[in-house]
């Protein structure tokens, strides 16, 4: 039977990508005060300059999971249509959107009992799960079942892995992970936390840079640590509106592993509005995250 793969809009999937993937994309929303906007909205170019304007000044803006009215607007069309449906969900351990699709799933099997229904908690966040479902619709590409795409999911998500860095700690403290006092601290000493998603999907602070430069420089080198025949990957660099020095990083994973593809994303305000302008990700897979 035919299927299609769904994601949401947290993966960070670039726009080329999407069309040329031929994945559903699942928005996921975000708020300026009462207005809400779309991370994503299909065949349209979303600015996020104001966005990140607003975050830039220290404004607040707040997200939501996708519920069960935009679980019907993105995947019953393609039940409609016959087929059935893979979803590969942004993280359980940073959001409840995937427990609200599983929910949703199970009344979509009652009202299409000859259709398929997987949904998979990828763990991952950002590029991280788009990095995955790429994976994903390579194998679909070669042949591969839904059953058998979904397997290799489940078997690799651990896998993938997630590095990063923030650029300024007010947006850890704002979300309840720093105090205040190591904040004010981290700020005036010029402190990047390192970061990474780890085996439960949720963020965790591994360990602190000195300065930009040596935090970037982190990144680089956990390609060559942690990465696993590196030189034949695709590897992902997200960033929080700071494109020069996500090529940066880029160029050097490049030069240093023999990399030969890397995929640059701007961050959506969903993930940026917690982790704040300045961001910057690598994604790559290794023996173990």
């Not at 398929?116 to 995955?132: N, P, R």
């Not at 059953?147 to 923030?166: D, G, P, Q, R, S």
């Not at 998603?197 to 390609?223: F, W």
């Amino acid at each position: 039977m035919a299927y299609k793969i769904i994601t949401d809009s947290c993966a960070n999937l670039t726009d080329q990508q999407i069309a040329d993937f031929g994945v559903e994309i699942l928005s996921l929303k975000y708020y300026i005060g009462d207005t809400g906007f779309d991370s994503y909205i299909k065949g349209k170019k979303i600015d996020y300059s104001s966005a990140y304007k607003i975050l830039r000044e220290k404004g607040k803006i707040t997200t939501s999971l996708a519920n069960r009215d935009d679980c019907d607007k993105t995947i019953l069309p393609v039940l409609e249509d016959g087929y059935d449906v893979l979803v590969l969900a942004f993280s359980s351990g940073l959001s409840g959107t995937y427990q609200n699709i599983v929910n949703s799933a199970e009344d979509y099997k009652e009202m299409f009992p000859d259709r398929k229904i997987i949904v998979v908690d990828t763990l991952c966040a950002s590029m991280g799960e788009g990095l995955l479902v790429s994976y994903a619709v390579k194998m679909k590409q070669q042949g591969k079942s839904m059953e058998e795409v979904a397997e290799w999911v489940e078997a690799n998500k651990l896998k993938l892995c997630h590095t990063f860095t923030l650029d300024d700690l007010f947006f850890l403290k704002r979300g309840g992970r720093l105090s205040g006092t190591g904040a004010v601290f981290g700020s005036l000493m010029n402190i990047k936390p390192l970061m990474h998603v780890a085996n439960d999907g949720k963020l965790y602070v591994t360990g602190k840079a000195r300065g930009r430069k040596a935090a970037m420089n982190h990144l680089i080198e956990s390609v060559g640590e942690k990465g696993v025949d590196v030189a034949n990957q695709d590897i992902y660099i997200v960033h929080g509106d700071c494109e020069d020095e996500a090529k940066i990083i880029g160029e050097e994973v490049k030069k240093r592993y023999g990399v030969k593809n890397v995929v640059y994303n701007c961050l959506d305000p969903v993930i940026v509005s917690h982790s704040g302008p300045g961001t910057l990700a690598i994604f790559f897979l290794g023996n173990e995250r």
